[in-house]
């Protein structure tokens, strides 16, 4: 009994020993045995979550049981894994509390394994009756590997909404151990690359949505050990579409008009708003009180009413793409009706005149009676009088018997809504002038200006006084008295016509005068137009009055994408002067060398011997396109060649030249430098010109090239040049140009100017 508990003491104390080493374990023993991880190994292979053993065979001294102390260690960590001498409770790593148990004599399960499991652990066996022997047989390494089931880390949200003609790219993401591959698959179906979808890089990649594309798909990440799924729902949205489009409607007054709109599309939450003549009908006070739109768009107006006749448009939207619209005309049916009564109406002694009957009538009026003095009056034979198509009385001559109470009554289709009020009808004599004003007037600025006019008539005119074209009088420098119209401190501004009205119930007649203020700087041209070609442009505009001397213009242009620092400007030859009403006649200028296809902004300016005159407001227009692949050549205003100058290149380039040479000779001026080349191998980008160049060899790569000589057009393939220094190595290059692009260079030759 004591041998057995002194034993039991011994193993404890030795237990002890290992726990509480520097190494945290069996230290002595790791130090003298240390076996090399060997090809053979064994690997087990586990599933996150799940347990594994880790076998470690024991074998024994003379195959007899003896007592002995188990370890496990993991590569890399310091500290061991488990220790144990059965029969007593093992030492365990923090990391692996509770999760490791004792199989068979030294085999070890490991419980809930987790990812950061995996590696490569040792087992050593250390028998108590053997400290000074080690047993090779025992121990072994072992490498755990963890194996991770696919787990999505990004997968698309649904449903997914597309329009159609989009493009659309569905990404899954998953991890796991070993890494999961991505599939897609519709209805059970794997998708496979085709001109409308691909899948790369875990991504689902449709080109172009159309009707096909809706349905449910499914993102697969599978490896050897599981495979997990993640489903998006793909709906084709687009806006709606009009199924039952409004259809032209012909009501009566009073009755009910539907106008159907119904629209189907996805989402399918679709609202409708209608529009009268282009306004929101909620917006119409005449009409949102007998307004309904049901929930299928449909719109009801009860009753409608005489103002109700127009164009009506549905528009349908869902919030997708841009809404649908479709449009119909209500035509409200209604019978004739004087709509106002004009009374009295005065007619000019002697003159036509025409007495109102202000008719409102759909569908038009067919005739329109008329009395006079409660009896109908006739349409006399001899045209003195008769009934115009809009329902109006002319007559011929007004005389004191067409003095009286009238009324009308018109007629449609539908009928009538009854006879007008009584009109009456008073002859009077029409307004008449007394005095004129002059019919020009020249001043110099500072002065002064009275414009006489006056008028008689039954009952008397009323005399005013307004400037031509809607220009407002003089600010605060005018007076009107007795008719006379007088502008004090005459500006520049006040040139123009000036119209003296002489109004009466009656009628309304008028007289004119032009204010010409002399000595002044030209006025702004006006009517400004531009008739544009590829490469130039004709300006046109009307000169606005000289100030008395002759003027010139300037053409002033631009690009539109240009700052205002950058206007060139062109002179028109000659001078122009305003005597003779010549200012109506329209001046014009040709610009040149142009981009085609460029949008440009024109101005004209003015100036006379006084100065700088106004500018004209300022235009934008855009040049023609140019046919890249033509070959005719632009000309300028005295007809001869241009070649234009090329900004930015624009259309096809043309093949550039090949089989460069450089050659050079002596004569009289010196060293003639010539470069040859053979025309593009492809003409299908046909060649306006040619461009040589040249450049020292030593000189930095962003110095510029120098241009050898002047363009060469098609047909020629040399350059030469004695403008190059003896002994200097140059490098040559060539360009084929159209007159909108170039091409790329000719592979370029280094060649060195011989001496004298």
């Not at 020249?442 to 008397?460: F, H, I, N, Y």
């Not at 700087?521 to 137009?529: C, E, F, R």
């Not at 001397?549 to 122009?576: C, H, I, L, M």
Request: one cysteine or more.
């Amino acid at each position: 009994m004591c041998f057995i508990f002194g034993r039991f003491l011994m193993m404890l104390v030795l237990l002890v020993a290992i726990v509480l080493s520097p190494a945290g374990g069996l230290s002595s023993l790791t130090d003298r045995v240390r076996r090399a991880i060997y090809q053979g190994s064994p690997t087990v292979v586990a599933i996150v979550g799940s347990s594994a053993i880790l076998p470690c065979p024991v074998h024994f001294p003379g195959n007899r049981r003896v007592d002995f102390v188990v370890q496990w260690t993991r590569k890399g960590d310091e500290n061991p894994v488990y220790i144990i001498l059965p029969p007593y409770d093992p030492h365990e790593h923090v990391e692996y509390t509770g999760r490791l148990s004792l199989v068979d004599d030294a085999s070890v399960q490991i419980s809930g394994i987790k990812r950061t499991d995996e590696g490569w652990y040792e087992c050593n066996v250390e028998f108590f009756n053997r400290p000074d022997k080690v047993d090779n047989e025992n121990g072994t390494w072992v490498f755990l590997k963890v194996h991770d089931p696919p787990h999505f880390t990004y997968w698309p949200s649904s449903p997914q909404y597309f329009n159609l003609g989009e493009t659309a790219d569905l990404l899954c993401n998953a991890s796991g151990s070993p890494l999961p591959t991505i599939y897609w698959r519709k209805n059970g179906i794997y998708m496979r690359n085709s001109t409308q979808m691909r899948v790369y890089n875990n991504v689902l990649h449709i080109t172009s949505v159309d009707s096909t594309t809706k349905g449910v798909y499914e993102c697969v990440a599978r490896s050897t050990e599981a495979e997990a799924t993640k489903t998006v729902q793909v709906v084709v949205a687009g806006a709606p579409y009009i199924m039952k489009p409004p259809k032209n409607l012909t009501v009566q007054t009073g009755q009910t008009a539907e106008l159907l709109c119904g629209a189907e599309g996805h989402p399918s939450n679709i609202s409708y708003v209608w529009f009268m003549n282009a306004t929101p009908i909620a917006e119409m006070h005449h009409l949102k009180s007998r307004i309904t739109i049901k929930e299928d768009g449909t719109l009801l107006i009860n009753p409608a009413a005489d103002d109700d006749t127009g164009e009506y448009r549905c528009r349908a939207s869902n919030g997708i793409g841009k809404p649908t619209e479709a449009n119909a005309w209500l035509n409200v049916r209604f019978s004739a009706r004087v709509s106002w009564t004009e009374t009295p109406q005065y007619l000019p002694k002697g003159l036509p005149a025409v007495i109102h009957c202000h008719i409102k009538a759909n569908p038009p009026v067919q005739f329109v009676t008329w009395f006079k003095d409660l009896r109908v009056l006739p349409e006399a034979v001899d045209g003195s009088t008769s009934v115009l198509s809009n329902g109006s009385l002319y007559i011929e001559k007004a005389q004191k018997l067409h003095e009286g109470k009238y009324a009308c009554t018109p007629y449609n289709e539908v009928g009538t809504a009854g006879t007008s009020d009584p009109i009456v009808v008073e002859i009077r004599d029409p307004p008449a002038f007394i005095t004129v004003p002059a019919p020009l007037y020249e001043r110099r600025e500072g002065k002064g200006v009275s414009m006489a006019c006056s008028a008689s008539g039954d009952p008397l005119p009323t005399v005013q006084w307004k400037r031509a074209g809607e220009l407002p009088l003089p600010p605060g420098r005018w007076s009107i008295k007795e008719g006379n119209l007088s502008i004090f401190g005459i500006k520049k501004e006040d040139y123009g016509t000036y119209l003296c009205l002489a109004s009466s119930p009656v009628l309304t007649i008028s007289t004119s005068a032009k204010l010409k203020v002399l000595d002044t700087t030209p006025h702004a041209p006006t009517n400004l137009s531009m008739n544009p070609a590829a490469f130039s442009a004709t300006v046109r505009w009307l000169p606005g009055y000289d100030g008395g001397y002759p003027q010139s213009f300037t053409v002033w242009y631009k690009r539109a994408s240009e700052s205002d620092k950058q206007w060139k400007q062109s002179e028109v030859a000659g001078n122009f002067s305003s005597e003779g009403n010549t200012d109506s006649i329209p001046s014009s200028f040709n610009l040149y060398n142009l981009v085609p296809d460029t949008e440009y902004e024109f101005a004209v300016g003015t100036r006379n011997t006084l100065g700088a005159g106004s500018f004209s407001e300022s235009i934008f227009a855009k040049t023609k396109s140019y046919d890249s692949l033509g070959t005719e050549l632009p000309t300028d205003a005295y007809g001869s060649t241009f070649i234009p100058l090329i900004l930015a290149p624009v259309g096809p380039k043309p093949d550039k030249p090949f089989d460069l040479r450089v050659s050079a000779f002596h004569n009289s001026s010196g060293t003639v430098v010539v470069v040859h080349w053979q025309t593009p191998k492809n003409l299908s980008v046909p060649v306006v010109y040619y461009v040589a160049e040249y450049k020292d060899n030593n000189a930095d790569w962003a110095e510029g090239w120098t241009q050898m000589g002047s363009r060469l057009l098609h047909g020629h393939t040399e350059a030469s040049s004695f403008s190059l220094r003896d002994g200097v190595t140059y490098r040559f290059r060539v360009f084929a140009f159209t007159l909108t692009s170039f091409s790329e260079p000719s592979e370029i030759i280094v060649f060195t100017v011989p001496g004298l």
